[in-house]
């Protein structure tokens, strides 16, 4: 069976400071990766999606961005936090429209 | 391009209750729609989906029905519980586009013993 992995879980960091998320996953190959920010109080903003190694999408212009080293593999980075950065970070992978979401960055920018 | 329309909360029940959550959509094609559930402090997790007009999903005493002559995909249940206390997102699937899925903006219910 398929399985999604995210790490850490939750993550303090000072403004200034890089960041990296990372997303694996299992079971399937060639998926379509994504990686969505939850603000508090609200929904689901997509913030890049990958549909081959090397291959991202922005969907909205920031201080972030992603990489997809391996097929299996979605890294979420920054070279400098913002405050503003601080959210929940979802990463996903979808086959045939339908998205298994992993269980989330709990991330602070102080 | 394909939006999802949700009706906003937060909305507050009693257990028991009935629920429905509005969603409508705008898309080209035929999409397929689904109800997902976050649970505080997790990731999301599907509840169910509907992929040709006319379908009824259902799940834990969850239903939707893909109305395409409406286009909408409420989601009702006739007896909420406390543990039913969630977020639900609706959302749109179109299989022509890499993006594959937009998401309402959440709706956040709390259900009171």
């Known amino acids: 069976s398929q399985t999604i992995h995210q790490w850490p879980a939750t993550l303090v960091q000072p403004v200034g400071s890089p960041l990296s998320l990372e997303c694996t996953v299992e079971?399937?190959?060639?998926?379509?990766l994504y990686w969505y920010r939850q603000a508090a109080g609200r929904g689901l903003q997509l913030l890049f999606y990958s549909v081959g190694i090397g291959q991202i999408s922005s969907e909205v212009p920031q201080n972030l961005s992603a990489s997809r080293p391996q097929d299996r593999q979605f890294i979420l980075s920054s070279k400098k936090l913002l405050l503003s950065d601080s959210g929940f970070y979802l990463c996903?992978?979808?086959?045939?429209?339908?998205?298994?979401f992993g269980q989330g960055t709990r991330l602070t920018v102080v | 391009g394909d939006s999802v329309t949700q009706m906003e909360g937060p909305v507050t029940l009693s257990e028991e209750a009935f629920l429905t959550i509005n969603c409508t959509y705008t898309a080209t094609g035929y999409p397929s729609l689904f109800w997902y559930v976050q649970y505080p402090g997790e990731g999301l997790q599907l509840l169910l989906k509907a992929t040709k007009a006319d379908d009824k999903g259902s799940n834990k005493g969850f239903e939707a029905t893909y109305r395409k002559e409406t286009t909408s995909f409420h989601l009702e249940k006739g007896s909420v519980q406390v543990s039913d206390s969630a977020v639900y997102f609706c959302a749109l699937g179109s299989s022509g586009s890499a993006r594959q899925l937009t998401f309402g903006s959440g709706t956040q219910l709390t259900v009171l013993p």
């Open positions: 996903a992978w979808s086959v045939q429209n339908e998205a298994f």
């Open positions: 079971g399937t190959s060639n998926p379509n």
